[in-house]
Antibody
Framework: QITLKESGPTLVKPTQTLTLTCTFSGFSLDTRDVGVGWIRQPPGKALEWLAM???????RYRPSLESRLTVTKDISKNQVVLTMTNMDPVDTATYYC??????????????????WGPGTLVFVSS | EIMLTQSPGTLSLSPGERATLSCGASQIVRSNYLAWYQQKPGQAPRLLIY???IRATGVPGRISGSGSGTDFTLTISRLEPEDFAVYYCQQYGSSPYTFGQGTKLEIK
């Protein structure tokens, strides 16, 4: 059974760096056909994909946020960590950790998100 | 970046009725790499459909996906009380992945 859970601060100040941890079970990120990603949802708004990391340590970021995002994995802890620098009030959202299944075609990964964590709400305010 | 436009924004129907939700893409979605998710209040989204028409594990047969190119449809043949929620489409044939703005399916 695959489960994921996000953890991190509920409140960050503008300009600070957000660090979120996804702790998962039921799979390992050192086996093929596995990806873990991050998606966020501002209150009352739509979903926005942020980043992915794969079993082979390939990474993909949303281009408009790439300069602010870093995703890493710790195989021994079954964790994926997302950092986002220079936080702003517009970054207030529920942040979801997701497990992806993908097709590998045209030399890249193409993911759909089949398991989701419950999400963690992050407020950005001074 | 591919933009996805969902219509209608809100759909008011009664249990037992048929629901048709649309998702239009600003560019062709390669290989029908289009997914649908259901989200209930206070919950994370749930995968319903991927590959345009492939049901995810545990999704009932009354829910189906169709379409290709730039036009995709989610159909719920006979609405059950648990189907009333917000539905999102997502394309994953081009980076960055994008979601539609959602269709709220509410009880009439």
């Amino acid at each position: 059974q695959i489960t994921l859970k996000e953890s991190g601060p509920t409140l960050v100040k503008p300009t600070q760096t957000l660090t979120l941890t996804c702790t998962f079970s039921g799979f390992s990120l050192d086996t093929r056909d596995v990806g873990v990603g991050w998606i966020r949802q501002p209150p009352g708004k739509a979903l926005e994909w942020l980043a992915m990391i794969y079993w082979d340590d390939q990474k993909r970021y949303r281009p408009s946020l790439e300069s602010r995002l870093t995703v890493t994995k710790d195989i021994s802890k079954n964790q994926v960590v997302l950092t986002m620098t220079n936080m702003d009030p517009v970054d207030t959202a529920t942040y979801y950790c997701v497990h992806s299944t993908y097709d590998f075609v045209w030399g890249s990964y193409w993911d759909w998100f089949d398991y989701w964590g419950p999400g963690t709400l992050v407020f950005v305010s001074s | 970046e591919i933009m996805l436009t969902q219509s209608p924004g809100t759909l008011s129907l009664s249990p037992g009725e048929r629901a048709t939700l649309s998702c239009g893409a600003s560019q062709i979605v390669r290989s029908n790499y289009l997914a649908w998710y259901q989200q209930k209040p206070g919950q994370a989204p749930r995968l319903l459909i991927y590959g345009g028409s492939i049901r995810a594990t545990g999704v009932p047969g009354r829910i189906s996906g169709s379409g290709s190119g730039t036009d995709f449809t989610l159909t719920i043949s006979r609405l059950e009380p648990e189907d009333f929620a917000v539905y999102y489409c997502q394309q994953y044939g081009s980076s960055p992945y994008t979601f539609g703005q959602g269709t709220k399916l509410e009880i009439k």
